[in-house]
């Protein structure tokens, strides 16, 4: 056992739980392939937990320490294992059943959940579940095909193409039986799904790529519990700001209200972005500087300053009214040639009275063309803007 155990040691000063599912596999590794017949004989039943917990004593002293709830659980799960090996051992040479090895794969897979839910196991480690689960599924499957040939009823072509959880089936009786061990496996895992959807969401966000955020972090919003409140707002602070970016969507003051941290730091922000107040935002946005920096979003909230301002020039395409209609034509069409001094006017005013030039004003609504917040073009020689008929400001109804 003691390569078996140097693996456990090392799996767990990494944190590395694919390294440690591994030493719960059913099959030999290349480079060791006598290794579970040499688990059998390292002990026998009378001394197989005390053994299991000197190695495992043994081999984690001079790297990352257990604490004694997990030692104890880790005993349990080892300990079914090296019976579970023990009926795989015997089945080679014909002195066990796929049915007994079943049996004692489940057991294994009873002590691995009550790891989790009794001894403290870490999130880390849910490969273990992984590995254990599927062949929980395999010795399942062999087990009942095995049944049939005792039977005398073995497999027909037709037999081996149903679907493998076809209730009508009474020779599928292990197979349905695994069924509810792997759904209590998939039950347990959901509050470590909703944390690594989270994580995910929150790596991707610093990446930049928000579509990928908000994808993930909507998924942990979807299977967080109603009633997980510090959860639910670790979510939002990151989903607000994704769905600001991707969707220009501001939080609701409905959304905001259960949590009044986030209503403090985003509902001013929301506020000033609705009504294209750039001074107010500014302001807003250095209120909440320190935290919006300690969670990484401030450079993301900054880039909403751009949806404040399209909010503003929309503002002035839709005070310039509509065109007077030509001679045949009954629809009205909005004014889409706007001169630049009045989006200048709209700005300085937007931005507390300070002054902007003419060049400044340009450079932002090329800014806003090149970011696909406008359509449109400028005109530079005769001073005016002149706006796409149809969508001039996408997304907005205008």
Same mark, same amino acid.
């Given at each position: 056992?003691?390569?078996l155990?140097?693996?456990?040691?090392?799996?767990?000063?990494?944190?590395?739980?694919?390294?440690?599912?591994?030493?719960?596999?059913?099959?030999?590794?290349?480079?060791?392939?006598?290794?579970?017949?040499?688990?059998?004989?390292?002990?026998?039943s009378?001394?197989?937990?005390?053994?299991?917990?000197?190695?495992?004593?043994?081999?984690?002293?001079?790297?990352?320490?257990?604490?004694?709830?997990?030692?104890?659980?880790?005993?349990?799960?080892?300990?079914?294992?090296?019976?579970?090996?023990?009926?795989i051992?015997?089945?080679?040479?014909?002195?066990?059943?796929?049915?007994?090895?079943?049996?004692?794969?489940?057991?294994?897979?009873?002590?691995?959940?009550?790891?989790?839910?009794?001894?403290?196991?870490?999130?880390?480690?849910?490969?273990?579940?992984?590995?254990?689960?599927?062949?929980?599924?395999?010795?399942?499957?062999?087990?009942?095909?095995?049944?049939?040939?005792?039977a005398?009823?073995?497999?027909?072509?037709?037999?081996?193409i149903?679907?493998?959880?076809?209730?009508?089936?009474?020779?599928?009786?292990?197979?349905r039986?695994?069924?509810?061990?792997?759904?209590?496996?998939?039950?347990?895992?959901?509050n470590?799904?909703?944390?690594?959807?989270?994580?995910?969401?929150?790596?991707?966000?610093?990446?930049?790529?928000?579509?990928?955020?908000?994808?993930?972090?909507?998924?942990?919003?979807?299977?967080?519990?109603?009633?997980?409140?510090?959860?639910?707002?670790?979510?939002?602070?990151?989903?607000?700001?994704?769905?600001?970016?991707?969707?220009?969507?501001?939080?609701?003051?409905?959304?905001l209200?259960?949590?009044?941290?986030?209503?403090?730091?985003?509902?001013? $922000?929301a506020?000033?972005?609705?009504?294209? *107040? &750039?001074?107010?935002?500014? %302001? @807003?946005?250095?209120? #909440?500087?320190?935290?919006?920096?300690?969670?990484?979003?401030?450079?993301?909230?900054?880039?909403?300053?751009?949806?404040?301002?399209?909010?503003?020039?929309?503002?002035?395409?839709?005070?310039?009214?509509?065109?007077?209609?030509?001679?045949?034509?009954?629809?009205?069409?909005?004014?889409?040639?706007?001169?630049?001094?009045?989006?200048?006017?709209?700005?300085?005013?937007?931005?507390?009275?300070?002054?902007?030039?003419?060049?400044?004003?340009?450079? $932002?609504?090329?800014?806003?063309?090149?970011k *696909? &917040?406008?359509?449109?073009? %400028? @005109?530079?020689?005769? #001073?005016?803007?002149?706006?796409?008929?149809?969508?001039?400001?996408?997304?907005?109804?205008?």
């Open positions: 056992m003691n390569d155990f140097k693996d456990f040691a090392n799996a767990h000063a990494e944190q590395n739980g694919y390294l440690l599912a591994q030493t719960l596999s059913p099959v030999s590794p290349a480079d060791q392939p006598h290794r579970l017949r040499a688990v059998l004989q390292s002990t026998n009378h001394s197989v937990k005390g053994d299991i917990k000197h190695f495992i004593k043994t081999a984690t002293s001079h790297k990352r320490s257990l604490d004694h709830d997990e030692v104890k659980g880790w005993v349990e799960v080892y300990a079914s294992y090296w019976a579970a090996v023990g009926e051992v015997a089945g080679e040479s014909g002195k066990s059943t796929w049915t007994k090895v079943y049996d004692a794969w489940k057991e294994l897979t009873s002590m691995l959940i009550r790891g989790y839910n009794n001894f403290g196991f870490e999130a880390w480690t849910i490969p273990c579940l992984y590995v254990v689960g599927k062949y929980l599924r395999l010795f399942a499957i062999k087990s009942d095909i095995e049944r049939k040939r005792t005398g009823d073995a497999p027909t072509g037709n037999a081996l149903q679907d493998d959880f076809d209730p009508e089936m009474e020779t599928q009786s292990q197979l039986d695994c069924e509810q061990h792997l759904k209590r496996i998939f039950t347990l895992c959901l470590d799904r909703v944390t690594f959807k989270f994580y995910e969401g929150v790596l991707f966000f610093l990446e930049e790529n928000y579509v990928e955020a908000e994808k993930h972090l909507v998924e942990a919003q979807g299977l967080c519990h109603k009633d997980a409140k510090q959860n639910m707002e670790r979510i939002l602070t990151y989903l607000i700001p994704c769905r600001l970016l991707t969707s220009h969507v501001l939080p609701t003051k409905a959304l209200e259960p949590y009044p941290r986030l209503q403090k730091l985003f509902l001013p $922000l506020q000033c972005i609705k009504k294209g *107040d &750039l001074r107010a935002f500014d %302001i @807003a946005l250095q209120g #909440g500087e320190e935290e919006f920096v300690k969670r990484r979003i401030y450079l993301t909230l900054e880039r909403g300053r751009d949806i404040a301002l399209r909010n503003l020039l929309r503002k002035v395409f839709i005070a310039g009214g509509y065109d007077d209609p030509k001679e045949g034509e009954s629809e009205k069409v909005r004014r889409t040639r706007v001169p630049v001094v009045e989006f200048r006017a709209a700005i300085c005013m937007g931005s507390g009275g300070e002054l902007v030039d003419t060049d400044e004003v340009e450079c $932002l609504l090329a800014n806003m063309i090149y *696909d &917040l406008m359509k449109g073009y %400028i @005109a530079r020689d005769r #001073g005016i803007v002149v706006l796409s008929k149809k969508g001039a400001f996408p997304g907005t109804g205008v």
